[in-house]
């Protein structure tokens, strides 16, 4: 799979963006590289221990790497640590036949409150957002911003509808408005109305902020799940 493999089937006008710098220019790029930099190698220790309670916890594998949407329609592999059984799309299926009422919580929200895929080890990790720190990494190559709207699979960014164009403008980011503002207990639509106006009206000074009302936000561990 190619990183920057483009999605073939979103409408032109949803990559009409490409050539252009993302919102934030050299200044938010510059900030990104050395943040995510400096992060890496100062929580090489945590990152590690991390690492070791994920293979410990079953012997599979530490990390996943699932395909999300870009800036412009790029796809890239959002890193995590792994949190969910390797079986988890047979876990998932086996689920929803118990549960059909699940499956209508899922096509809504893409989330379920109570995900039987979720390891003992994943659920600590979800809780604190620990689960997200290899992010740090797709920050580094470019792919991700500390700030910006969470990253989607394809088939999400249709839940955007004429606000995908602002979703595409940015680099997703390891966290934005909807983290400090609900996460999952706020619905979709709301979510994406949180994307747009972090995008058409962008500082600097506002990504320092939110990036200052994460820490409470994890910690209160409101609307994780």
């Known amino acids: 799979m190619r990183s920057a493999a483009r999605l073939s089937n979103l409408p032109s006008r949803l990559r009409q963006g490409d050539g252009h710098p993302p919102i934030g220019g050299l200044c938010k790029r510059g900030f990104d590289f050395t943040g995510a930099l400096l992060a890496l190698v100062v929580l090489s220790p945590i990152l590690l221990m991390l690492a070791a309670l994920v293979k410990l916890s079953d012997g599979g594998s530490v990390f996943y790497g699932h395909r999300r949407v870009g800036r412009n329609g790029a796809s890239f592999a959002c890193l995590k640590y792994r949190t969910m059984a390797e079986n988890g799309d047979e876990i998932m299926q086996a689920h929803f036949k118990r549960h059909p009422q699940s499956r209508q919580e899922w096509l809504a929200t893409r989330k379920l ?3 039987p895929r979720v390891t003992r080890v994943g659920l600590v990790l979800r809780k604190l957002s620990l689960d997200e720190l290899p992010q740090l990494v797709n920050i580094l190559k470019g792919e991700m911003s500390f700030v910006g709207p969470r990253p989607v699979v ?3 960014l249709q839940l955007y509808g004429t606000a995908a164009e602002f979703y595409l403008k940015s680099r997703p980011g ?3 408005l909807w983290q400090i503002s609900g996460r999952n207990d706020v619905s979709y639509s709301t979510r994406v109305a949180y994307d747009r106006h972090y995008v058409e ?3 600097f000074s506002a990504d320092i902020v939110i990036i200052v009302k994460t ?3 994890v910690l209160s561990s409101r609307g994780s799940y």
């Open 201 to 203: 009206n962008w500082s």
């Open 113 to 115: 409150q109570d995900d």
């Open 174 to 176: 390891l966290t934005g």
């Open 215 to 217: 820490f409470p936000a």
């Open 154 to 156: 394809e088939d999400e």
